[in-house]
């Protein structure tokens, strides 16, 4: 059992950034593959970027490329999400995922455990 933790989040204006982490706990942080999702009110549950075990390969959903980065620190069992040039459409709870597969998934459903959410409200 993984269990995580998201903090980070809050109300911003557009344009600012934020930085979401989420602690992990139980099992080996470093055995599983890390992600951040996203959903909105209305709509369905996105991904928004994934990170390897090493943290060496990432991936990052095309609306937030080069905007959004993913990291982890294995000897902390934390993984972030920094955010920058942040807009009302990026507004949503924002949730991370581990995931024990051999290669990285943008499929919300190979995701194992999942953390209770932290919201993200961007107002214009």
């Known amino acids: 059992q993984v269990h995580l933790v998201e903090s980070g989040g809050g109300w911003v204006q557009a344009g600012d950034s934020l930085r979401l982490s989420c602690a992990a706990s139980?099992?080996?942080?470093?055995?599983?593959?890390m992600a951040w999702f996203r959903q909105a009110p209305g709509k369905e549950r996105e991904f928004v970027a994934t990170?390897?075990?090493?943290?060496?390969?990432?991936a990052y959903a095309d609306s937030v490329k080069g905007r959004f980065t993913i990291s982890r620190d294995n000897a902390e069992n934390t993984v972030y999400l920094q955010m920058n040039s942040l807009n009302p459409e990026d507004s949503a709870v924002y949730y991370c995922?581990?995931?024990?597969?051999?290669?990285?998934?943008?499929?919300?459903?190979?995701?194992?455990?999942w953390g209770q959410g932290t919201q993200v409200t961007v107002s214009s």
């Open positions: 139980g099992r080996t942080f470093s055995n599983y593959n």
């Open positions: 990170i390897s075990r090493s943290g060496a390969s990432t």
């Open positions: 995922a581990a995931d024990d597969a051999e290669y990285l998934n943008p499929d919300s459903k190979k995701y194992d455990y």
